[in-house]
């Protein structure tokens, strides 16, 4: 593994209202990841027209492309030769497509506004369709391929009033369904590549993904404050993972009864056999995700500015053992979780120049030494990024037994887009 080291003096803070670091957002400024990555290389990069968002995703044969044109998805090999195509059927038009972690498997979709209907297409990576199935549009339904690569998710907004939904977890290779569940008020995560976890009535219930067996609930009433102090049906709930399963962030956000329109944030972190192991106080931010080696959860903040009309956003680190916060780096960052990745010990961030006028968008790159301090800073500047994803891949690398981290960036205008997918060996 590549690091860079530094020898930094680290601050060690003590739990909230401790003192912590103020970063400066300067970073350098390069054409291309080799300058700051050796063994990091172009595999290709491919032009397009299409607009859809996402546009595409990686499968375990290549890049498979959301198209407006003829043929509604494609995929093609890093030199462009087309390795096969899919049409949607009939008075349908093409709506997403996702490919799982592993690349064995496509979720493609398909949507008519005629009939109000959806259709959810399986494939292999060689485009092989295994299985699909129709759902209302009215429906409002979240869906991902599981971590395992076994499974899919379906979350469905049942009802408009009472916040109803359904959980169903489908087999990945048959289309049968395997259990089913109604809830009301979900936030709901997959926890490692076992276990699903979500939010319901302010409490926090774990299941087996493959039973949906309960497996434990814990109460998080108190996280958001005591309901003398806090409007119970103003709570809103995120929750963030570690990659593991070991780990599980709880954002609970909410207003003060008293104090009209003071907003509470704060954030809890449970282990795997449900203990809260600390809990923030106000003003925690929104938790974007945990480094990998589970030691530091990365949030933003989200700041006023001069003009009450104006915020600027702040990145922080804070220690996932203690709840001691970092450091904090003022820049303009997104919140969604499309802009943001781990490759190893560096975090891959869309930067938006909105802090920095004399800074061009972009990719920032922060790497990080043993302690969580900032090591080095450096922006790959890129016009109008539309999506940017990863996955940890075999298949592109020169030697098969060696794994490298492969990521897919779409930089797209107004009536054009490029795809760059870069490799990063370990």
Known sequence: MYRF???TSLLHCVLSGAIHAQETLDPVVVSQLSEVIPDAEQ????YSREQHIPPGCLSAKGLVINSEDTVSFYSIDKHGKTLWTRLSP??????????????????????DDQNNSNLYEILTSDGQILWSRVVPSYHRIRYWIANSSEYIVFVRFLTEYDWTYNITVVDIDSGQNLWSK??????????????????????????????????????IDQMSGSS?????????????????????????????????????ERVGVFDQKGQLMWE????????????????FLVSIESLKGENSSEYRDQLKLTNMSTGAMLWTLPGGFRKNGNWFVFLKDRLFLC??????????RGILMLDLDSSGQIARQTLLPIHGIESFSRRTEAWLSKNASAQREVFLVFEGGHDWGSYFIESIGH
């Open 228 to 264: 003398d102090a806090i409007f119970s049906n103003s709570r809103r709930y995120n929750l963030v993972p570690s990659e593991d399963g070991t780990k599980l962030v709880v954002s609970a956000t909410g207003y003060k009864r008293k104090e009209r329109g003071i907003r509470v």
């Open 90 to 111: 009939e008075e349908m038009e093409p709506a997403f497509v996702r490919c799982s972690r592993d690349g064995r498997y496509i979720l493609a979709g398909h949507y």
């Open 351 to 360: 930067f938006t120049s909105r802090y920095r006028g004399n800074l061009p």
């Open 182 to 219: 109604n809830t009301e008020n979900v936030a709901l995560v997959e926890w490692g590549s076992d276990k699903l976890a979500y939010v319901y009535r302010d409490s926090l219930s774990v299941l087996a993904i493959d039973t949906g067996e309960l497996k434990w609930r814990r109460s």
């Open 43 to 46: 595999e290709w990069k491919y």
């Open 280 to 295: 923030s106080e106000n003003k925690a931010g929104t938790p974007l995700g945990i480094t990998p080696d589970n030691r």
């Open 5 to 7: 080291i530094v020898i």
